[in-house]
Nanobody, 124 residues
Framework: QVQLVESGGGLVQAGDSLRLSCAAS????????MAWFRQAPGKEREFVAG????????RYAESVKDRFTISRGSAKNTVYLQMNSLKPEDTAVYHC?????????????????WGQGTQVTVSS
């Protein structure tokens, strides 16, 4: 079983950058497609970015395309989310999630494994 722990959140100003990390335990990490979701207060959890088991295929929400980059660590059980040009509307709790799907999917029901989340707050 894979367990996920996020880190790297914080309070930043609009236009700043942050890099989130998701550390995964378990020997089968590379068999899971990985994704980042976020949930703002009073809103549903939404897909942000996903990456395939190989790391060669990625998928992004329109709202973050060209600003965020998801990647898998080359040797460690880690997934990153590089967030540039942050906006106040990016404020949310960001969750890492793992899926048995090889390719990234936006379907939240495809992700049975979740981390606790890390808070990202962007001030204007």
């Amino acid at each position: 079983q894979v367990q996920l722990v996020e880190s790297g959140g914080g309070l930043v100003q609009a236009g700043d950058s942050l890099r989130l990390s998701c550390a995964a335990s378990g020997r089968t990490f590379n068999t899971y497609g990985m994704a980042w979701f976020r949930q703002a207060p009073g809103k549903e959890r939404e897909f942000v970015a996903g990456v395939s088991t190989s790391g060669g295929s990625t998928r992004y929400a329109e709202s973050v395309k060209d600003r965020f980059t998801i990647s898998r660590g080359s040797a460690k059980n880690t997934v990153y989310l590089q967030m540039n040009s942050l906006k106040p509307e990016d404020t949310a709790v960001y969750h890492c999630a793992a899926s048995r799907n090889t390719l990234p999917t936006t379907n939240i029901d495809a992700y049975p494994l979740w981390g606790q989340g890390t808070q990202v707050t962007v001030s204007s």
